[in-house]
């Protein structure tokens, strides 16, 4: 899965001239966190954080304060990680892990084409997950060799049981991978009966949700 397939295309921006005062409204009435400040040429030159403009109202509100004509461009971050349409979805996410932050514009040729977020990630993965569907999930673990994911695949084919989801994980014991399956069409009792005699499985967790 890639980032354009769950990016948000032509985001709204704002020029890197403009008043922080007009970068905070649009970030309300928009209910986003994350602005990416563009030249007139459609290139990116930074973005801009909710929290950071926040932080400059609160200061602007203060007793004391000097006023002065403030610009988006002072408060911006000038040195953005950006991705482009065709990275890969974990990628980006692993991106946003390491860098600590929510949100990666997408750039093709220097231009702006969107925006992904943490939240964007979050509900395709929740998706890929099967997560809000009815459906079986069936955690198991099983031996790390050639033919086991096959055959729990076969077993549970056999009960009319259909896989829409199967995410792997590494586990603390050499030699051996986690599955959780998500699967539709078949009961709860006969998906157990079908795969818990599979030699070398282990079921860890089962649930209907």
């Known amino acids: 899965m890639l980032v354009r397939d769950c990016m948000t295309y032509k985001p709204i921006t704002i020029r890197p001239e403009s008043d922080p005062m007009a970068a905070i409204s649009l970030l309300k009435v928009g209910k986003f966190r994350h602005l990416p400040v563009i030249e007139s040429d459609g290139s990116l030159v930074g973005i801009v954080d909710r929290s950071d403009l926040e932080l400059f109202l609160a200061k602007a509100g203060s007793p004391g304060y000097v006023k002065r004509n403030h610009r988006v461009e002072q408060l911006m ?16 996410a692993s991106l946003m892990v ?10 093709e040729a220097g231009k702006l084409m969107g925006i992904i977020t943490e939240t ?59 599955f959780t399956l998500r699967v539709e069409g078949v009961d709860l009792s006969n998906l157990l009966a079908a795969v818990e005699d599979q030699p070398g499985l282990v079921i860890l967790h089962n649930a209907n949700c």
Request: hydrophobic share 40%; charged share 20%; proline share 6%.
């Open 98 to 107: 390491q860098h600590k932050i929510g949100s990666l514009p997408v750039l």
């Open 120 to 178: 964007d990630i979050f509900k395709r993965f929740a998706a890929i997950l099967g997560g809000g569907s009815e459906s079986l999930r069936l955690t198991v673990q099983l031996v790390d060799k050639p033919g086991q994911l096959a055959e729990l695949a076969g077993r549970i084919a056999r009960v009319n049981g259909n896989i829409i989801s199967v995410v792997s994980s590494p586990t603390e014991q050499p030699g051996q991978m986690n």
């Open 77 to 92: 971050i000038r040195n953005v990680i950006t991705v482009t349409t065709d990275c890969p979805l974990e990628e980006a």
